[in-house]
């Protein structure tokens, strides 16, 4: 079975500060990950996928085979990224499209 | 390109109605998957289409159904709707042949009173 976790529920920094965002998946084949992000009053929208190995609004996240783990990671907050965050899982078995979201993370950064 | 466009935006229906929600997908896209969002449980896989077929099936009753039409766009329907299925209703469409991650679009808040 797939399945993804974000220990915390809600994380709190202040503007500057750095912020990790906490993902652990248990899949056992070879998997997709996704870091969505939602903005007060917007559509879910992509902000990294782990086979880009981008870096998009500063924020950067690796995929920890041996950890099972896709933490998300920014070194310096910003008020602008207060949202929540959903940690993603692909596993195109036999096709599928089908995403296993965590719970999300509900990120406040503080002036 | 336009995105992935979901009507009607908001819906209150009485339990025992039935509902029937609409997405349009991103031209090109031919997978469509659609999604429950509650806070309690966060973000749960109801089905996905692809050329009009079924491909996957989430753990909801069969109150819960879906189709495809042959230009992509798919339509959930609930009947016999209860309390508990208030929600947000996401449609999200992909690419799989282009391998493209999945874009969502706004939602369908359903209220069932």
């Known amino acids: 079975a797939q399945r993804v976790t974000q220990p915390e529920k809600l994380l709190s920094v202040f503007k500057g500060a750095p912020v990790e965002l906490k993902c652990n998946y248990s899949y056992s084949g070879s998997p997709e990950l996704f870091w969505y992000v939602q903005y007060s009053r917007q559509r879910l929208q992509l902000l990294l996928r782990h086979i880009s190995r981008e870096s998009i609004k500063g924020f950067t996240a690796d995929l920890n085979k041996g950890e099972t783990s896709f933490h998300l990671k920014k070194p310096f907050a910003q008020e602008e990224d207060s949202a929540m965050y959903y940690c993603?899982?692909?596993?195109?078995?036999?096709?599928?499209?089908?995403?296993?979201f965590g719970k999300g993370t509900k990120l406040t950064v503080n002036p | 390109k336009a995105g992935v466009t979901q009507t009607p935006r908001y819906l209150i229906k009485t339990r025992g109605q039935q509902v029937t929600l609409s997405c349009s997908p991103i031209s090109g896209h031919r997978s469509v998957s659609w999604y429950q969002q509650t806070p309690g449980q966060g973000l749960q896989f109801l089905f996905e289409?692809?050329?009009?077929?079924?491909?996957n099936k989430g753990n909801f009753p069969g109150r819960f159904s879906g189709r495809q039409f042959s230009n992509s766009r798919s339509e959930m329907n609930v009947s016999t709707l209860e309390l508990g299925d208030s929600a947000l209703y996401l449609c999200?469409?992909?690419?799989?042949?282009?391998?493209?991650?999945?874009?969502f679009g706004q939602g369908t808040r359903l209220t069932v009173v």
């Open positions: 289409y692809f050329s009009e077929t079924q491909r």
């Open positions: 999200a469409s992909s690419s799989p042949l282009e391998n493209t991650e999945a874009f």
């Open positions: 993603a899982l692909r596993a195109r078995l036999w096709g599928s499209e089908k995403l296993v």
